[in-house]
């Protein structure tokens, strides 16, 4: 089940102790949702004891070693892929990717049939990407397997938020109190939904801001403050998050244009000056250059941009952890 | 013909607005008396040996319970559901006839196809089945399909329900032509242009959980425009399903203006709201269209409902196959089951709780959806078709799908207990449905 709880009271993100009381216990993570604090921070804390693996000669740890991770793409995509592989290789884990365009359904198979299908092959865990939302949920009620989401339609983009998370931590020291500004498209934005879920979770004010076409009303229920201008939503913000416009999938009557679309809700130096002296930007990727952030900004001093995607790859090594020390017999 | 004596029992006919204890005694098809109890005992046994005394001591006997709205999928789509089957799933849940939609393969949009469907139900012999013809040829919301071909054939109205009648101008048409054969048209109200990709309702649990919706808009502004063509033709409008707070007021307002127009309500828009889909994990069992609605039109529906705005309680009974119903949220096919569901669920949560009396919830399935569609039966009046439903009220009992009579299984009430149901079913005299509790 996949009740969001209330999340609008703040909550300090200083659970230090309390994250070294809790044992991991999910098999599956399936969005940020139904997350509690504790379980985010111990994700967070676990991801940040990975970090240095990268900058190790030999990055590479034993913890999966004999694990097999399956990479289940059924929508396009490199670099959460690349970023899951490589946090399962690091994790001495064997990675296979099985990437197809479209749906199970398109191929005249059930997903179900799909499911016990990659169940027959006795993976320990799946990685899923898939155009609607929910697929992920029904892998795991089916599989044995602990299964990741790697995005679900407009749904949920769970590691993405954690790995946005972390990355505001290390520059920021901490998450609650800060102000946050997401823009773009709210309402498609699975990247948005995650993030909203975390960071207000862990005490952050959350503002959204796009055009009226793209923030639903109701998304205040969430607990954010709804903008219609980005000049109002990064005033004074900490953190801004730029959120990738899907020219893939929008339908024009969204929005007229790519032009009015950058001239009105574009990060751009004037308006990044809006914001704190010290705020970061961030952009989950890949970035539309010229639409929705400048290369002024995505290439300058503010810019998290590329630090998100090595946490990434610790984010993933920590879920991947996380979950396998569920899976073991308890110790 | 066999005489059947209903004994005991307290008979409930809101179109005579009788609520007390009565004896009916049904002969050659029709009601033949109703009178004091004991008084036909009496007479009945003198006048001959061929009578059936069933003695109905605590439970509820009122007129053959009507379902103006389902969906039987044959011919075409016999995997989901046949006549035969969709006629005793109808009879198990209390329903002596039905009305059923022309979204079959090829679509009910010809006398002959009418033909079909009427020799499939003479075959099958246990609930009526009134057709109901398309709107317009092949549903393709284009050309006006043969009304009076399929009138004739023993169609009682037309819609292209599935689809909305989209084009204004046919719609238009439709009411006017529709007047010679003095049926309804009957409107499944939504803008395809509003209601987009959309697959649960477009409110708050849509924007928590990314899932597309379809807002209360898209039925809004179809019947918003259905009522200035049915004010400018003067025809007879019946909007299927009605979902939505914004839809109640249009229609009430409609009415006190004197325009021919009724309403149907499903068990489902009025049990449950959008928040049940996310609290199933977006369960394909809770997709149907019009989706689920936010909490506000459940009760303007339900308010519609008390104030006599609601004509009938229709369940939109839309059988699909488990295979078909697995697949995810978004792709699996809108629609579930009712005919077995409806009266229980009802009883349970409509009138149990005092929502709704008891009478009028039974007229609401009886006289009302008769009178939307100009049906013979929904009374027990003398003379009316000796089609009648026995409810034990305290019968308990869980829903399960397993044991439907229907082909398919796809219901959102799946495990819900409930108290009261039908328990004998007869048709034209005839019983077509028992349960074992209920001897003779």
Redesign the interface.
């Known amino acids: 089940?996949?009740?969001?709880e209330d999340r609008l009271e703040a909550r300090s993100s200083d659970r230090s102790a309390e994250t070294e009381s809790i044992a991991w216990r999910r098999k599956d993570l399936l969005g940020i949702?139904e997350l509690s604090v504790a379980e985010i921070e111990l994700i967070l804390a676990t991801a940040e004891s990975f970090t240095e693996v990268a900058h190790r000669a030999v990055k590479k740890v034993p913890t999966l070693r004999g694990k097999t991770v399956v990479n289940l793409f059924f929508e396009p995509s490199t670099r959460t892929r690349v970023s899951f592989e490589i946090a399962a290789q690091r994790l001495s884990a064997d990675v296979v990717n099985f990437s197809t365009s479209g749906?199970s359904?398109s191929k005249g198979e059930?997903?179900?049939d799909t499911t016990h299908n990659i169940a027959s092959m006795f993976p320990d865990f799946v990685v899923v990407r898939?155009a609607?939302?929910?697929?992920p949920?029904?892998l795991a009620?089916e599989l044995a397997c602990g299964v990741v989401n790697a995005g679900d339609?407009?749904?949920?983009h769970p590691t993405q938020a954690l790995l946005d998370a972390l990355t505001i931590r290390r520059r920021k020291g901490r998450i609650a109190g800060l102000t946050v500004a997401l823009v773009g498209d709210i309402?498609?934005?699975?990247v948005a939904?995650s993030n909203i879920h975390l960071l207000t979770r862990l005490g952050a004010h959350v503002r959204v801001a796009g055009p009226r076409t793209m923030v639903?009303?109701?998304?205040a229920?969430?607990g954010v403050e709804v903008c219609y201008t980005i000049e109002e939503a990064v005033a004074g913000a900490d953190v801004i998050v730029m959120l990738r416009l899907q020219l893939e999938r929008q339908r024009s009557v969204l929005f007229p244009s790519l032009g009015e679309y950058a001239a009105l809700f574009g990060l751009n130096p004037a308006r990044l000056a809006l914001a704190s002296p010290d705020a970061i930007v961030l952009h989950p990727g890949p970035m539309n250059r010229g639409v929705e952030i400048t290369s002024e900004v995505a290439d300058g001093p503010h810019s998290a941009i590329l630090e998100q995607v090595g946490q990434g790859v610790a984010v993933r090594m920590a879920v991947l952890y996380l979950l396998a020390s569920a899976r073991r017999p308890s110790a | 013909m066999k005489r059947i004596l209903l004994a005991g029992g307290r008979l409930i006919d809101p179109a005579q607005g009788i609520d007390g204890d009565f004896d009916l005694l049904l002969a050659d098809g029709i009601v033949a008396r109703v009178a004091a109890p004991g008084i036909l005992a009496q007479i009945a046994k003198a006048a001959g040996d061929d009578l059936e005394i069933v003695e109905l001591a605590g439970k509820v006997v009122c007129p053959g319970l009507i379902d103006i709205h389902v969906h039987l999928r044959e011919p075409g789509q016999e995997a989901k559901e046949t006549v035969a089957t969709g006629v005793a799933a109808a009879v198990a849940g209390g329903f002596t006839a039905v009305a059923c939609m022309a979204n079959t393969l090829p679509a009910n949009d010809s006398g002959w196809v009418t033909s079909v469907i009427v020799r499939a139900a003479e075959r099958a012999a246990l609930a009526r089945v009134f057709p109901i013809g398309a709107v317009s040829k092949g549903l393709e919301g284009k050309e006006l399909a043969p009304m009076g071909a399929m009138v004739a054939a023993g169609a009682v109205a037309v819609s292209d329900d599935g689809r909305p009648v989209s084009n204004a101008e046919l719609m238009r048409r439709a009411l006017e032509y529709a007047q010679h054969f003095g049926i309804p048209v009957i409107q499944h109200a939504q803008d395809l242009d509003l209601s987009g990709d959309g697959v649960m309702h477009?409110?708050?649990w849509?924007?928590?959980?990314?899932?597309?919706?379809i807002p209360g808009l898209a039925e809004d502004v179809m019947v918003a425009r259905d009522l200035l063509l049915v004010e400018e033709t003067g025809g007879r409008y019946h909007l299927a399903h009605m979902s939505t707070a914004r839809a109640t007021g249009l229609v009430r307002a409609a009415k006190s203006r004197g325009l021919r127009v009724t309403c149907e309500a499903t068990p489902h828009h009025l049990l449950l709201t959008d928040r049940a889909v996310?609290?199933?994990?977006?369960d394909a069992q809770f997709k149907m269209n019009p989706p689920l609605r936010a909490d506000r039109d459940r009760e303007a529906l339900l308010a519609a409902l008390v104030d006599g705005t609601v004509d009938a309680i229709a369940s939109d009974h839309a059988p699909h196959t488990s295979?078909e119903k697995?697949?995810?949220?978004?792709?699996a096919p809108f629609g579930i089951l009712g005919l077995e569901t409806t009266l229980a669920v009802c009883l349970e949560h409509l009138v149990r709780p005092g929502h709704l009396a008891l009478a009028k919830l039974i007229e609401l399935l009886t006289c009302g959806p008769a009178r939307v569609l100009g049906l013979p039966g929904g009374t027990l009046a003398p003379g009316s078709p000796a089609d009648v439903t026995v409810i034990d009220l305290e019968r308990r009992s869980t829903i399960e799908p397993r044991s439907f009579r229907s082909k398919s299984r796809n219901t959102p009430f799946g495990g819900w207990p409930v108290t009261g149901g039908a328990v004998l079913t007869i048709v034209g005299g005839k019983v077509v449905f028992r349960l074992a509790a209920v001897a003779s």
């Open positions: 089940m996949m009740v969001p949702a749906s359904q059930t997903l179900r898939h609607h939302h929910g697929v949920a029904m009620r339609g407009s749904h949920e309402a498609h934005s699975r939904r639903p009303a109701a998304i229920s969430l | 477009e409110g708050e849509s924007a928590r959980s990314g899932m597309p919706g996310v609290e199933a994990g977006f295979d697995c697949f995810e949220f978004e792709l």
